[in-house]
């Protein structure tokens, strides 16, 4: 089987090159990049083809994976949609599905099979377990599909959650799940920024829950900000969210300003009865055991000072071992007086 990657996202394309390969050894996989010289070496080192001519790796592929930006998305597919051959199967791995899809249906080959996929984490995982992959088929003919059906069962069988639904409910539930938190932790951090506030020495008045949510803030804010800002701006649900978060926010505005703490009491107590107590106990629960696993973690360190430990890298899952002098801040001090990130390893 040929695999071709329309992939201008070095993050995700070079994952799914790279765990497709993993998977099924005798698979050939074409990534094509603009920057030849830099990426035909990666490709080289991770035993992938490379080219240039989208148009050309479009057309030889038994698969064609659209991995581009949100906001290039369309334009590619119009673009190299058309070449596809007969009876190739054609995915995009955007965060967004309802344009995606309707683009593939218009512009691919009537007898592609297109089958829109949102896999819903980031490109640092070693497996698949637990990890999330919304599918959303146009109809129920391709449900109905052996290659389809080869998909979901390679899926099951690693045992990642597999969510099936229409593009519309996809993109309506992403305008809460995305949008809602991007521009919630965007605001805290600007928030904070205008008002002059050192984060760092704010880090000194933290109970833990604030530390967990400004280092969470930090983590969206640190990302590349063209994904979020395409996030933003080409879901069509977003713009209903967008105004009810207003309306939320006025309101407490209101409350605050009156000092009405009965009319503040109601709202909070609406809010977690449309929770539900069964979701309020069970996510505090949640955050209750990530607190304790930081703080364990460090516990268990400071238990091994002077014994040789191993430690693992929770990125590219490299161990290293030696003994264990002290921790200053975020930094582990080995024997060898080698410094090694807290946050980077984790005590096996």
Known sequence: MKISIIWWTSGFGLWTANYIKKSFPETDITITWRNVEKWEKIAKKNNLYFMTD????????????????????????????PHAKENSVMVDVCSIKWFPSQTMKKYAPENCLIIPIHPMFWPYVNEIVDQIFVLTPLDEETKQDERYQILVNFLKQKNAKIIETTAE????????????????????????????????????????????????????????????????????????????FMDVIKDFNKVIRAKDENWFLKIIEATKQGFGEKITDEWQKYTDKIIYLMWEQIEKINNNIWKEVVFKNIYTWEKIIWKVVRIVDNNIILESWQKIDLLEYVLE
Do not use: C
């Not at 989208?54 to 673009?79: C, G, H, L, Y």
């Not at 409910?169 to 951090?189: E, G, N, P």
């Not at 205008?194 to 803030?217: A, E, G, T």
């Open 54 to 81: 989208n148009k050309k790796a479009v057309s030889n592929a038994d698969v064609i994976i659209f991995a581009v930006p949100i906001s290039q998305m369309e334009d590619t597919i119009k673009t190299y949609a």
């Open 169 to 244: 409910y996809h993109d309506k539930m992403m305008a809460v799940v995305q949008w809602l938190t991007h521009i919630t932790m965007f605001s805290v951090w600007e928030t904070i920024r205008r008002l002059w506030i050192d984060v760092q020495d704010s880090l000194n008045f933290v109970s833990p829950i604030y530390k967990l949510m400004i280092n969470s803030v930090a983590r969206y804010v640190g990302h590349d900000p063209k994904l979020y800002g395409d996030i933003q701006m080409y879901n069509t649900e977003i713009l209903e969210v967008h105004n009810k």
